[in-house]
């Protein structure tokens, strides 16, 4: 047999010279073979059956979860909550406000979803039974998912590609998990599997009527979705290129996915005032600290995308992919690139979908949490090129028969490595909605039967206790609560600042929170009072941890506090006598704007995160600082002397910072040595150095470039004349 026609026999929907064509098959015009309505009923039959086992596994999980629950539904992350909170809020007219009154926030990371879900809940579906209604579309979802890979894998390579690809993806543990979670994974891998397989099917005529549609809900449902129809959208500009068929009309259907993207952020701009949905400015490394450093971001975003290969690699303990399964990808890709001139620009747009798609996620602090679930979305279309890897290297086998026998015999070997994973999924997502059950749940139950029904709560995790609790809540992380995320992400004393700052009415009355990330911590708000304990109750988690000793949550025990806002704005208080012109409340993101507030680090990568602390009957907020800082002033009397006093603490061997007023030397300031209580230091500026009504106020290190540093915790400054 010539290469020539090898290539031809394995052209997708022609018959190998071992599968003489049937009489009823009839030649196309571009000379390729159309199958009989037989042959077509037959491959239609083995997609459906995927579907079916795709549907049979997923339930399987479920009873899993309910045999782990005695009976009852429960979600194996609080963030499938998050969802059902904001849509069962849509299905009563509350248009995505967390609380009922609430202004519009953003934290849902799936806004197609949500209403989704809205539309079930206006139908009559609320509580637990939201929750199966949510699992019961993952699940239908994912069966269909299977059902088009199959389909798409047999339009690429033919019927053993589509239905061996069908089969992966039916019994994949990691998708499986997703589908049965009660979050968005079952209906993002349906959006994708189908965006492709739709383009795959209007390639040919060069004009794409499906796949800009189903693009566009793709990137309404996740913001990786957005990414990979973005890609979607480059290669059908590509296609309508290389054909000459660019009108007008063609060209704004194959932009509807990147119209819909922009659509959805000019929402979040006339909603929230910002670009930024709230997931994005409490988890993304582009905000989540203090200070931001470029090398910094890409030294953590790198580290994200060196473990999300590995997974795909499937060379490490999490079965998230069978072994050397990245390998294959990559193969079939490259395969398909080189044979299969036709499919060039799919290939290029799923390898760069995919990059953009690991890229975008790992940029989040999120990234490896729950089970890699912004990833498992993209698993089906994976395992269909990572199939085409497979056959790609039974390519390499001179004889037909032999070649047929070993494309099966490598397919089998990652579907023998899948399967022996799955039930390790299963028992996971149990454990893991039992662990959701000891805590949130719970929590959320006892919330709702104990707490006066006025109360605000206060939360780390937001979603079950809220759904549950059936109270108002504050998300001290800020996905639910917008202005939240930034001082949560400054530390413990911004995100005291931010809460107090509340009108007294809106304050949290309690708070059910735990003690490690995400979020600040919060056992100085114990210290300083403002938790009263001990506690009301405790919650700890007695389910047991995995065979890695990992749990779906990252504390051991939940607190639920009452609130005493006694000593809110006590820090407030000048220190010193006298006629105060300005103050710069540190560790307050709002005062800290308004004075043009910033840290001027001497130590590249260090975060000048915010302090809470109590000193008798004064709660403050404060920074750590290495080094010095700047600050504007206003309000002040040119040319009278000015007195700059500040709350620090200090025990470093550096305590000595230099003095600018607008640039200009005002000489050295020697804090005090205070390194267990904070204590109250005086700076005199001479009254020839205020020659205006702002003046900007810069502490530096004496020696610049050498250590030791000056170390001290600033507390705030007060400007008297």
Known sequence: MTAETDRQADQPGEPTPAEAPEPSESPTVSGARTPSPARSATRDRAAWLVGALALLLGSAFVAVDLAYNQGNLIAPIDDAYIHLQYASQLGSGHFFEYNTGDPVSTGASSLLYVFALGAAHALGFSGTALLAFAVALGLVCFAATALLTCRLGTALLGRAVGVWSGVLTAVSGPLLWGAASGMEVGLTALLVTASVLAFVRERPRARFTWTPVVAGLLALVRPEGLFFAAVLCVAMLWTLWRARALTPGRILASVVPLLVGVAQYVFFLLATGTLRANGVQSKSHLYDRPIFYPGEFVDRTFANIRIVVDHFTGLNNTDFTFPLALVFFLGGIAYLLVTRPEWRAL???????????????????????????????????????????????????????????????????????????????????????????????????????????????????????????????????????????????????????????????????????????????????????????????????????????????????????????????????????????????????????????????????????????????????????????????????????????????????????????????????????????????????????????????????????????????????????
Not at 657 to 663: M, S
């Open 347 to 721: 290939c290029l747009a799923v390898a760069a979908g995919f990059a953009a798609v690991v890229v975008s996620a790992a940029t989040l602090s999120t990234a490896l949490l729950h089970e890699l679930r912004y990833f498992q979305p993209f698993l089906p279309l994976f395992l269909v090129f990572a199939a085409a890897g497979g056959y790609a290297l039974t390519r390499l086998v001179p004889r037909e028969g032999p070649r047929r026998y070993a494309l099966h015999a490598v397919l089998l070997v990652m579907l023998l490595f899948t399967v022996v994973a799955t039930p390790t999924w299963a028992v996971r997502l149990g454990r893991q909605a039992a662990t959701i059950r000891d805590t949130d749940v719970s929590v959320g139950a006892w919330v709702s039967g104990n707490l006066p029904e006025d109360a605000i709560v206060g939360v780390k995790d937001v979603g079950a206790i809220a759904y549950f609790g059936d109270r108002r809540v504050v998300d001290t992380i800020g996905l639910a609560t917008n202005g939240m995320a930034e001082a949560s992400n400054n530390g413990t004393g911004s995100l005291y600042e931010a809460l107090r700052s509340l009108p007294e009415g809106e304050r949290p009355t309690h708070f059910a929170v735990y003690e490690p990330w995400p979020g600040a911590a919060m056992r100085p708000f114990v210290d300083a009072g403002v938790f009263a304990s001990p506690p009301l109750v405790t919650f700890s988690v007695r389910t047991p941890p995995d065979l890695n000793n990992r749990r779906i949550v990252p504390f051991t025990e939940m607190h639920v506090y009452a609130a005493d806002w006694t000593l809110a704005g006590s820090g407030d208080r000048a220190p010193i006598p006298g006629r105060v012109r300005d103050q710069v409340n540190v560790g307050s993101l709002g005062s800290e704007d308004h004075h043009d507030y910033e840290v001027r680090s001497a130590v590249p990568g260090f975060q000048p995160n915010t302090v809470l602390r109590r000193q008798g009957d004064v709660v403050d907020s404060g920074r750590t600082i290495v080094g010095g800082e700047r600050l504007t002033a206003r309000g002040l009397i040119p040319g009278r002397p000015l007195t700059v006093a500040t709350r620090v603490l200090s025990g470093a061997e550096n305590r000595e910072v230099r003095v600018r007023i607008d640039g200009r030397d005002a000489g050295v300031w020697r804090l005090p040595d205070s390194p267990d209580a904070w204590t109250t230091a005086e700076f005199t500026v001479p009254g020839e150095l205020v020659t205006s009504p702002e003046a900007t106020v810069e502490l530096e290190p004496t020696r610049p470039l050498l250590s030791p540093h000056p170390e001290y915790t600033s507390f705030g400054y007060w400007f008297v004349q």
